[in-house]
């Protein structure tokens, strides 16, 4: 008799040990029944981020207005099967080259403040703004 309580706590106690051990990996919430709060920015965030990113999806740009701080990293993922490129008016500035279709390619933005007009090389009418502040 006294074999089957040992047994039953020797099993719960690595039942324990074992939902401890995956807890981490399964990323449970604490005690309070609320998930941590995402410290990642929106892709449409209005205010200065030092890591941004454009969707190109369905031939536009997603945000359209970008607003990052100098020197930020832009990422560029076309979601699109078409090529495109992110390509600044203003010469020199800024430009992904051609971005084929399910591909992603990055940019740093310029480190001088100010408003920066984009296009697509390939798609002229597609059109954003990035702002550096």
């Given at each position: 008799?006294?074999a089957?309580?040992?047994?039953?706590?020797?099993?719960?106690?690595?039942?324990?040990?074992?939902l401890?051990t995956?807890?981490?990996l399964?990323?449970?919430?604490?005690?309070?029944?609320?998930?941590?709060?995402?410290?990642?920015p929106?892709?449409?965030s209005?205010?200065?981020?030092?890591?941004?990113?454009?969707?190109i999806?369905?031939?536009?740009f997603?945000p359209?207005?970008?607003?990052?701080?100098?020197g930020?990293?832009v990422?560029v993922?076309?979601?699109?099967?078409?090529?495109?490129?992110?390509?600044?008016?203003?010469?020199?500035?800024?430009?992904?080259?051609?971005?084929?279709g399910g591909r992603?390619a990055?940019?740093?933005?310029?480190p001088?403040?100010?408003?920066?007009?984009?296009?697509?090389?390939?798609?002229?009418s597609?059109?954003?703004?990035l702002?550096?502040?």
């Open positions: 008799m006294l089957r309580p040992r047994l039953r706590r020797r099993h719960t106690v690595l039942t324990i040990a074992l401890c995956l807890t981490p399964v990323g449970c919430t604490d005690s309070g029944g609320s998930a941590p709060a995402s410290p990642s929106s892709p449409t209005a205010t200065a981020v030092q890591e941004a990113r454009i969707v999806k369905n031939f536009r997603e359209a207005n970008l607003t990052v701080a100098p930020t990293k990422s993922v076309n979601e699109d099967s078409s090529p495109h490129t992110v390509t600044a008016e203003a010469a020199d500035s800024f430009d992904t080259s051609t971005i084929e992603t990055t940019f740093t933005a310029p001088t403040a100010g408003t920066y007009r984009y296009l697509c090389d390939i798609h002229p597609m059109r954003g703004t702002t550096v502040r």
